[in-house]
């Protein structure tokens, strides 16, 4: 399983930006965006559950929105008005059967 998050970048605060995860195989498994800021822990943000159901980080509701296209075996991240505090490299995960993948992470800096 690869995967390959892209979208990252710099956006002043208040600002939009979409990451995309795309992946090598079928994203209907347990996916999420995951976040680490500078010496900070790798946080959850948002994800999609095998039943379909969704969770966010307390931080990001009403901000972010994950998504995903089946067809094209990608998972999204909508962020909406980006606080510097969302500053943070972001990775993808899926998981299948109880093992864990991670893309490589893509940068998003959001400036005051």
């Known amino acids: 399983v690869q995967l390959q998050a892209s979208g990252g970048g710099l956006v002043q605060a208040g600002g939009s930006l979409r990451l995309s995860c795309a992946a090598s195989?079928?994203?209907?498994?347990?996916t999420a965006w995951y976040r680490q800021a500078p010496g900070k822990q790798r946080e959850l943000v948002a994800a999609?559950?095998?039943?379909?159901?969704?969770n966010y980080a307390d931080s990001v509701k009403g901000r972010f929105t994950i998504s995903r296209d089946i067809a094209k075996r990608t998972v999204y991240l909508q962020m909406n008005r980006l606080k510097p505090e969302d500053t943070a490299v972001y990775y993808c995960?899926?998981?299948?059967?109880?093992?864990?993948?991670w893309g490589q992470g893509t940068l998003v800096t959001v400036s005051s």
């Open positions: 999609f559950n095998s039943d379909r159901s969704t």
């Open positions: 195989t079928s994203v209907l498994d347990y």
């Open positions: 995960k899926l998981r299948r059967a109880t093992v864990d993948y």
